[in-house]
């Protein structure tokens, strides 16, 4: 293997290409030492002692044709040597030049194939938090070039962060919220994010949707796209069922979820849309002591004298609760169902009486 050729050893005339290759060794096309300056002959060749050094000979031409060595040099009676040397050019390795880049048949993947939807309307995506393949979900996110991508819906309506949330994978929904997921879309269901995870009682999974952002966290993930305006969860959105996620928490007895959900600034005293019932109908019909001990000793902002659609506030709705919390309610001020079921047996008494006839 040749060396790579420096500017010292790079030829600046003739004269001194022929001291180069008479000072290195015999290269395969000059065989003698005395090929400097003379002209070589047809005839010197052909009297000199032909070892197998790769000449082509063709007896059948004339001897005054040129002969190929096997360098590819054409040596004619017509021609010194140091002429033909004269017309070799060498070219510089500069080894301290950048190299060109290398080109390479391998083509990265778009991202459109990334989030291209199947028959179920899934994208990669949505697969990926399904499986718990979190490692290639916060791939994926990264690679997004818009954050409206990540609220991509499939055909039951639900969007990444509904499976992250189904799920119970608390990283994945963070780093769906922080790089821009929007966290109130309504899957088939009417149900966002936060009313599954409020219902499931993940307590993780709220707190992952509903904590502060931090610019660092962002930065971290080393997302494409410049940040968007942060959206924050709507606390006060119904489902289908007209519910609150407050609602929710209260209907299946989550009380770490519901005292959460009030400490983000959830409206306490707000009624679901079917029938008009609070947290405090929910907590009754239940007969779930410990929530209804959290909101009659520490909701300083519970109305419990809140009534339905029917004109009913809860104790009336759900008159049979212990002791303990009768005498709570009543230190609140809420009526008691006593006096409203004497009313309503006074009422009908009278219109029995005026129905009467004589």
Known sequence: MSRPVSDADKPSGPDECCDIAESRGDSGFISSGNLMSQELSCEDVAARPQPDSGIIEDRAKSPQESMRLDSGVC????????????QLSLGLNDLSLPKPPVRTTREEVPWQLYYE???????????????????VALALIRCAPHPRLLDTPNDA????????????????????????????PRNA????????????????CVRALTDPLNPKHRDAMALTY???????PK?????????????????HGHLDIL???????????????????????????????????????????????????????????????SERLTLALRQRGVESPCSSSDEETSDDDEMGYEETPA
């Open 259 to 321: 005292r959460h959900l009030v400490s983000c600034g959830a409206d306490i005293n707000a009624r679901e849309s079917l029938q008009g019932l609070t947290v405090l109908h929910y907590a009754l019909q239940n007969r779930d002591d410990r929530m209804l001990q959290f909101l009659l000793s520490e909701c300083r902002g519970l109305n419990p004298d809140m009534r339905s659609y029917r004109g009913k506030n809860a104790w009336q709705m759900f008159p049979y609760i």
């Open 157 to 184: 309506g639900e969007t990444p962060l509904h499976i992250a949330v189904a799920t119970g994978q608390p990283p994945v929904v963070r780093w769906l919220v922080i790089a821009g997921a929007r966290p109130n």
């Open 235 to 251: 606390l006060e959105q119904w489902n289908y069922l007209g519910q609150t996620c407050g609602h929710v928490a209260a209907e």
């Open 189 to 204: 269901q009417g149900d966002s994010p936060l009313h599954i995870a409020s219902k499931m009682g993940d307590l993780h």
């Open 117 to 135: 939807q199947d028959e179920d309307g899934d994208t990669h995506l949505h697969s990926a938090i399904f499986h718990g393949y979190a490692e």
């Open 226 to 232: 410049p940040p968007a305006p942060h959206e924050k």
């Open 75 to 86: 040596l004619s009676s017509e021609l010194s040597l140091s002429e033909k040397l004269s």
